[in-house]
């Protein structure tokens, strides 16, 4: 291992074998693993988040995982900090931290000097705008906001409503645009980090993540996610999660049970290609092909 080295992060898209990956890792390195991925923070969503069992872990500690209830809110920044004390923690005990998932922005915020915006959410003005896109539309929504925030107008797709809506509120009420916000995110790496980024051929992707989504629904999915309409989990941040979205969908009677399990496939597949946009784009990372002997010539 470089002594040179203090952090260690495996990044990829969804189905692409991280978990495997990493513990064997963290046994050659003497690694503790800290979770990167923005949906295992939950609790009660362990097989739509593909979040990984106790036999899996062999016996590697693994760092903030079902940390969360459903109905809580779950931020970057809050990620950020946790995980800067995990490093420490694990660091002391003379391990080294491994972060290990597919939330690249929430990766990037750890490693480098991000700085976010702390503005405090103004609910009414939230709830005008809520209530606006009820009566007025996605794309009346998005106008508004490409007028007052054009460079976020520009990179929001009008569906994306949640996005548009803090994109409005940091520009009428912090006076912040998200331009100004990027600003703030830094590029000066925080540690001395290796990124191991994995890849493979597009095709054999998309057929892993057509094959998982069949054995999630083998593993219980459905049943995970009726537990949680069942109690009445509803419009939280976590039942955006792909697979929950879309089996909510199928229980308020939308779509069959069929074309939601095919709409799970579809997001997922779309999802790891904006993961991959992302990573190659925001960070310095050593590409391998999921190969273990690729792994040990850079660490």
Do not use: C
Request: no cysteine; hydrophobic share 40%.
């Amino acid at each position: 291992m470089n002594n040179k080295i203090d952090v260690v992060a495996i990044i990829g898209p969804t189905a692409s074998g991280k978990t495997a990956l990493s513990i064997r890792l963290a046994k050659e390195i003497d690694g503790e693993i800290i979770n990167g991925d923005s949906m295992q923070v939950y609790r009660h969503m362990d097989i739509g988040t593909a979040k990984i069992t106790v036999d899996e872990m062999e016996g590697i500690p693994h760092h903030l995982l079902s940390i969360k209830e459903p109905t809580e809110a779950f931020s970057v920044a809050e990620y950020q900090q946790l995980v800067r004390g995990k490093i420490e923690e694990i660091q002391a005990r003379g391990k080294m931290p491994i972060i290990v998932g597919g939330t690249g922005l929430y990766v990037q915020s750890v490693l480098y000097d991000f700085q976010f915006t702390k503005q405090e959410v103004d609910e009414e003005a939230r709830l005008k705008y809520y209530e606006e896109l009820e009566k007025l539309g996605p794309e009346a929504m998005h106008a508004k906001l490409a007028i007052i925030d054009p460079a976020s107008a520009a990179e929001i797709h009008p569906n994306n409503t949640r996005r548009v809506i803090r994109a409005l509120e940091m520009a009428e009420l912090a006076g912040v645009s998200r331009a100004e916000e990027q600003f703030n995110r830094g590029n000066i790496p925080l540690y001395n980090h290796l990124i191991i980024g994995l890849d493979m051929d597009r095709a054999k992707l998309y057929e892993r993540i057509n094959l998982r989504v069949d054995l999630m629904m083998k593993a219980g999915l459905l049943e995970e996610v009726r537990a949680l309409y069942n109690a009445g989990i509803r419009d939280v941040q976590s039942i955006k999660a792909i697979g929950y979205k879309e089996l909510y969908a199928y229980f308020d009677g939308l779509v069959t049970l069929e074309e939601a399990i095919e709409q799970i496939k579809q997001n997922s597949r779309r999802y790891a290609k904006r993961q991959l946009t992302y990573f190659r784009n925001k960070m310095d990372i050593s590409w391998i092909g999921n190969d273990w002997d690729a792994v040990r010539s850079i660490i």
